[in-house]
């Protein structure tokens, strides 16, 4: 059932394309697990085994926190439509932020959404799939806007403002580097 591939294929790239929502999973070598679940237009695959994904302003930040600790990640699609299908990727991950060069270098590969902060590529090792056979049917309705709506209210100065406050600190009170005075 599960399989193990060298590299995400363009088949896959083709179901990446088709979902509205992937799942992050993180930790540090101690605290907490997190796994975050993301949407909107935010995920791309640039290479056989490079993906980068931009990672919006939110009421946490651990994912960033945790790539810093310690920087392997996992990576989770599922089919909810059509042919069912799990999607992984493994890997290790660094994060860019709004002061980094790279960030600036990939940024062009989305639409501009106010509230981006971070940008996360990652170097996938292993490419697995397996069945899906147990994963429910579910219909996409619509993208919320409820994100887009508040970050455009608060604007920028507010939205950093917000990230010092609520993103600088994981739930364990490990750095986010958001603020750029906490460099590596």
Known sequence: MAKILPEISSELKDFIAK??????????N?????????????????GPNKIVWLNLTGSGNETAAHVIKNNRMTILFCAFEGKPLILRFYGTANIFHKQDETYHDYIHLFPKIVGSRQII????????TSCGYAVPFM?????RTQLKSWSEKQGEERLENYRKEKNALSI???????TGSDKK
């Open 30 to 46: 101690e605290g907490r697990v997190n796994i975050s679940p993301k949407g909107m237009d935010t995920f791309r695959v640039i």
């Open 121 to 128: 590529e990652m170097n996938v090792d292993m490419v697995q």
């Open 139 to 143: 219909d996409f309705k619509e993208e």
């Open 19 to 28: 979902q509205k929502v992937f799942f992050v999973g993180t930790a540090a």
């Open 172 to 178: 364990d009170g490990f750095e986010t580097r958001i």
